[in-house]
C-alpha cells in the first residue's frame, strides 16, 4: 500500500470518526431532553397520585342534612326512598304505612336484557321502550333514558350495537352472563 492510499484511507476514517462522533452527541442531547421530559411527566403524575390516595382515604361522604320531623320530605327523595330497601327513609316510610317496604323494582337495564333475551334477532330502542311500557306500565322511561341505559349495557358488554343505515338496534351478547339461561 503506498503511503497516498494509507493517508486517504487514514482521513476517511477520521471523517467517519468524526461524523458518527457528531451524530452521537446529537442524539445523546436529544435523549437528555426526552428523559428531563419524562421526568417532569412522572412528577406531575407521581403528585396527581398522591391527590387521588389522599381524597379516596380521607374522603367520607359527606353527612346529608337533616329533614324536619314535621316537614314532608321532597316527593323525589320520598320515591327513591321507597325504592332503595335497608335505608332508614324506606324502613321509615314503611313504618308509618304500617307495613313492610316494597319490594324494589327491577332496574331499567335488567329488564331491557331480559326483553332483549326473548330475541333471537336485532330490536329497535322505540321498540324495546313499546314493549318495556307494555309490560309495566308504571315504569315510563323517556326513548333517551332507554338508548343510554341500551349504550350503557353495551359499554358493559351484555349488549351488542348494531347499524343498519340510520337506525341503530340492539341484541343480547352471547358472552352476557343473562344470555345462556334466556336461550
Known amino acids: 500500500m503506498t503511503s497516498q492510499s494509507a493517508d486517504t484511507l487514514r482521513s ?3 471523517a467517519q470518526a468524526a461524523s ?9 442531547q436529544d435523549l437528555t431532553e426526552k428523559l428531563r421530559s419524562l421526568q417532569q411527566e412522572e412528577a406531575l403524575l407521581i403528585d396527581i397520585m ?8 380521607g374522603a367520607e361522604p359527606s353527612p346529608l342534612p337533616e329533614q324536619p320531623q314535621d316537614e314532608p320530605a321532597p316527593a323525589r327523595r320520598q320515591r327513591r326512598a321507597k325504592s332503595v330497601p335497608g335505608t332508614a327513609a324506606s324502613s321509615a316510610a314503611a313504618a308509618k304505612s304500617g307495613g313492610t317496604a316494597k319490594a324494589p323494582r327491577p332496574l331499567l337495564g335488567d329488564i331491557l336484557l331480559e326483553l332483549l333475551a326473548g330475541y333471537g334477532e336485532p330490536r329497535l330502542a322505540k321498540d324495546l321502550r313499546d314493549e318495556l311500557m307494555a309490560r309495566h306500565p308504571a315504569r315510563e322511561p323517556t326513548p333517551q333514558v332507554v338508548r343510554n341505559t341500551l349504550e350503557s349495557l353495551v359499554a358493559k358488554g351484555q349488549v351488542r350495537r348494531h347499524k343498519e343505515e340510520r337506525s341503530v338496534m ?4 352471547g358472552g352476557a352472563p343473562g344470555a345462556a339461561a334466556a336461550g
Do not use: M
Request: glycine share 0%; hydrophobic share 20%; net charge negative.
Open 12 to 14: 476517511r476514517y477520521v
Open 20 to 28: 458518527d462522533l457528531e451524530e452521537n452527541r446529537r442524539r445523546q
Open 50 to 57: 398522591t391527590l387521588a390516595e389522599h381524597y379516596q382515604d
Open 170 to 173: 340492539y341484541t343480547l351478547d
